[in-house]
């Protein structure tokens, strides 16, 4: 099993930055992607981006203002989030697939809020 647990997010206002991060324990060693999700009130949960140990990937509207990456132990993802616009604003949530029947973890949820 993998837990991970979520922190960072909060209220910013529309061109500020937060960086989320995301602690992954227990089979570590099964992760082969870890990524970030978001949920606006009455929408889909969307990728955001993720990363694999040779690639990232972001979604159109993130890019050129979020970045991704790991700790050396790829025990940690980040989201470096800059520019945050108001439709930003949305529960992010961290998810991690695993080589185990290709099973993915999901974090418990980290709020992020643009406004002014």
């Known amino acids: 099993q993998v837990r991970l647990v979520e922190s960072g997010g909060g209220l910013v206002q529309p061109g500020g930055s937060l960086r989320l991060s995301c602690a992954a324990s227990?089979?570590?060693?099964?992760?082969?992607?870890m990524g970030w999700y978001r949920q606006a009130p009455g929408k889909q949960r969307e990728l955001v981006a993720d990363?694999?140990?040779?690639?990232?990937n972001y979604t159109d509207s993130v890019k050129g203002r979020f970045t991704i990456s790991t700790d050396n132990a790829k025990s940690t993802v980040y989201l470096q989030m800059n520019s945050l616009k108001p439709e930003d604003t949305a529960v992010y949530y961290c998810?991690?697939?695993?080589?185990?029947?290709?099973?993915?973890?999901w974090g418990q949820g980290t709020q992020v809020t643009v406004s002014s």
């Open positions: 227990g089979n570590i060693a099964s992760i082969y992607v």
């Open positions: 990363i694999t140990s040779a690639d990232t």
């Open positions: 998810n991690a697939k695993t080589t185990v029947a290709d099973y993915a973890y």
